[in-house]
């Protein structure tokens, strides 16, 4: 990570009041879109979204979900995110402190979010977070806890190809963003089949894993 977590954190909470303004590009509208699509939570799931910020797709989900928490690590995002939800009379959403390899949640995740954040992660640390993902308790029908959430959908800054220096859709200074070979490799070594790769640009994808079920047991 180029910038320590508190560095992110003062740095969103800087400009948390304006940044659902200035996220208006096609590309970011379309990723936003596409993870919400893809996550697709049923009336009895609990949605995990991390990297929340101002809750854009954890308000979103909510329609659809049994219940959503957002966890993000810039007090200003929450604030602004749980303003939202009061604004809109959601109720059954929670926001509050977590990082990608530390969400501080301990319930059931069926499924699990992510837009436009984790590329503020090295990749041996977004390895350590999609693991940590991979281990949350899925709520498996058999009880065991040791199967991970059902579907983790990735909206973020990617590489399909290699990136222009001249033209770059991410900020070097702060973000290290990951090839998607990279991430899908991350993904199939947690124990997920990636399902889906969407391509909105050449530096922006959703990425959909499931986890995988073998005959006698979800892994």
Known sequence: MKKSIADH??????IA??????????????????????????????????????G?????????????????????????AEQKAADAGIENVAFDYGEFRDPQYDGV????TSNFALHHLADDEKREAIETWAALDGGSADGDESA???RIVLGDVMFFEEPDPSDPFYSPEVDDPATVGSLVEM???????????DRVHDQVGVITAERVVTADRET
């Open 56 to 80: 854009a797709i954890a308000l979103a989900l909510a329609a659809d979900a049994e219940r959503v928490v957002g966890r993000d690590v810039s007090e200003g995002m929450l604030e602004q």
């Open 109 to 112: 995740a069926h499924v699990v």
């Open 17 to 54: 009041a304006d940044y659902d303004d200035e996220q208006n590009s096609e590309e970011y509208e379309a990723c936003a879109s596409l993870v919400i699509q893809r996550a697709a939570p049923t009336d009895t799931d609990t949605v995990l979204d991390l990297g929340t910020g101002t």
């Open 187 to 197: 993904f199939t070594s947690a124990g997920y089949a990636v399902t889906h790769v």
């Open 148 to 150: 991970g959430p059902r």
């Open 9 to 14: 954190a003062a740095r969103f909470s800087e």
